[in-house]
Antibody, heavy 120, light 107 residues
Framework: EVQLLESGGGLVQPGGSLRLSCAAS????????LTWVRQAPGKGLEWVSG????????FYADSVKGRFTISRDNSKNTLYMQMNSLRAEDTALYYC?????????????WGQGTLVTVFS | EIVLTQSPATLSLSPGERATLSCRAS??????LAWYQHKPGQAPRLLIF???YRATGIPARFSGSGSGTDFTLTISSLEPEDFAVYYC?????????FGGGTKVEIK
């Protein structure tokens, strides 16, 4: 059974940092692309970042480019998101999403999310 | 950036009725479009990928069509569990984007 378990969310002041983690199991982690998707309170889904299966390619939404860094450790079956210079508008539930294969970015499995709240 | 516009924003229907949801892209995405269902307190669920292929375990009442810039998700006969918010997403180029969503509510 595929499982994605996010952690690392919490309360942080503007300008602060957080590191999200997503522990994966139930599939061959290194064979799949992964993404982070977020949902701000009362808003729709927003794609945040993606990483290819070997970690060599990363992609970002303009809203987070230069502040967030996605990475993965295939030996630990874990996806990360380093979030720096956090802003109030980064407040959201952050989902870890598994792609359908090594090149198809559509998410066939999603975690339950970890909540990030940026407050002043 | 490709903008996906979903319509209508809200669809009020009764169980058993047919639902037709639209997603329009600001430029061609070929067939690189997916549909997701999202219920409160749950993770989104992939329904349709690459415009018309049902994901694993998705009932046949869900179907997707379209290519280029105009796409449709059809639910042939609404079941009580189908009332939710539906999003489209493309994977044609970077950044990937989602549409704003269509809420299917009980009339």
């Amino acid at each position: 059974e595929v499982q994605l378990l996010e952690s690392g969310g919490g309360l942080v002041q503007p300008g602060g940092s957080l590191r999200l983690s997503c522990a994966a199991s139930g599939f061959t982690f290194s064979n799949y692309v992964l993404t982070w998707v977020r949902q701000a309170p009362g808003k729709g889904l927003e794609w945040v970042s993606g990483i290819v299966n070997n970690g060599a390619g990363t992609f970002y939404a303009d809203s987070v480019k230069g502040r967030f860094t996605i990475s993965r450790d295939n030996s630990k079956n874990t996806l990360y998101m380093q979030m720096n210079s956090l802003r109030a508008e980064d407040t959201a539930l952050y989902y870890c999403v598994k792609g359908r294969d090594s090149s198809n970015w559509f998410g066939d499995y999603w975690g339950q999310g970890t909540l990030v709240t940026v407050f002043s | 950036e490709i903008v996906l516009t979903q319509s209508p924003a809200t669809l009020s229907l009764s169980p058993g009725e047919r639902a037709t949801l639209s997603c329009r892209a600001s430029q061609s995405v070929g067939s690189a479009l997916a549909w997701y269902q999202h219920k409160p307190g749950q993770a989104p669920r992939l329904l349709i990928f690459d415009a018309s292929y049902r994901a694993t375990g998705i009932p046949a009442r869900f179907s997707g069509s379209g290519s280029g810039t105009d796409f449709t998700l059809t639910i042939s006969s609404l079941e009580p569990e189908d009332f939710a918010v539906y999003y489209c997403q493309h994977r044609n180029n970077w950044p990937l984007t989602f549409g704003g969503g269509t809420k299917v509510e009980i009339k």
